[in-house]
């Protein structure tokens, strides 16, 4: 991924979540939370002085840890 892209694939990420919210979902679902630690992973391998560890930290916190323990996130670029 571009590092010009990362910030477009943030801003899809933080639209899904406000659509699912104003939707009337509670939490953000797994899949969109593990969606935001891969582009934050991808993000900070790119660009480490960027800051975007500490992003995919804050969302990893947030997965419950059922998920943290048995489903990590899956790379972006795999299945591609």
């Keep these: 991924m571009a590092l010009g892209h990362f910030a477009e694939a943030e801003g899809e990420?933080?639209?899904c979540a406000r659509t699912l919210s104003a939707a009337g979902w509670r939490s953000v679902p797994i899949q969109v939370m593990k969606a935001f630690i891969a582009v934050y992973e991808a993000w900070?391998?790119?660009d480490?002085?960027?800051?975007h560890d500490a992003q995919a930290d804050q969302w990893r916190?947030?997965?419950?840890?059922?998920?943290?323990?048995?489903?990590p996130p899956i790379p972006l670029g795999e299945g591609e």
């Design 48 to 51: 480490p002085e960027s800051g």
């Design 13 to 15: 990420l933080v639209e």
């Design 61 to 71: 916190e947030r997965l419950p840890a059922f998920a943290r323990e048995t489903d």
């Design 44 to 46: 900070d391998a790119a």
